[in-house]
């Protein structure tokens, strides 16, 4: 297992972050232009936006996992924290990347008076699920997507 820190995106983590931010694009099968990634980028530097991110970093510095989180509104429960997004490079799974990023985001959800976070991932994501496991409890709810245009 590699020995890994987990720190907020820094300016110049731009090219990695946008390797590691298509991989999990492409896990979902969803195109991304360079305006959606400038996009993204500009929020989690955007202090007026509440979207953030944390990279899981080796020894060398290297990302090799994004987590995108941000606060949500919850007019029944407060303010939450809602996990976007998370991805590790094929070639670090297993080794704890998953585990210090969903471990840092817990400590800042606590920092932030959250009183959980949550997040959606596939029903058949079945490798990430088992990581997920030992982190948090799985809800009963499912997700709805209604169009807008409809």
Do not use: K
């Not at 990302?63 to 996990?83: D, I, K, N, W």
């Amino acid at each position: 297992m590699d020995t890994l820190t987990v720190t907020p995106a820094r300016p110049d983590d731009y090219l990695r972050w946008r390797e590691l931010f298509a991989g999990y694009a492409e896990f979902y099968a969803v195109s991304l232009t360079d305006e959606d990634f400038d996009r993204a980028w500009r929020w989690i530097h955007d202090p007026e936006r509440t979207t953030r991110c944390l990279l899981a970093r080796t020894a060398d510095g290297r990302p090799v996992g994004l987590a995108h989180f941000r606060a949500e509104e919850s007019a029944l429960q407060g303010e939450r924290g809602f996990l976007d997004d998370i991805f590790v490079d094929p070639a670090h799974r297993g080794g704890g990347a998953v585990d210090a990023l969903l471990t840092e985001l817990r400590r800042i959800a606590a920092a932030e008076g959250w009183p959980h976070v949550r997040w959606r991932t596939a029903e058949d994501n079945y490798r990430a699920r088992s990581a997920y496991d030992r982190h948090a409890a799985r809800t009963p709810f499912l997700t709805y997507a209604m169009d807008a245009a409809s």
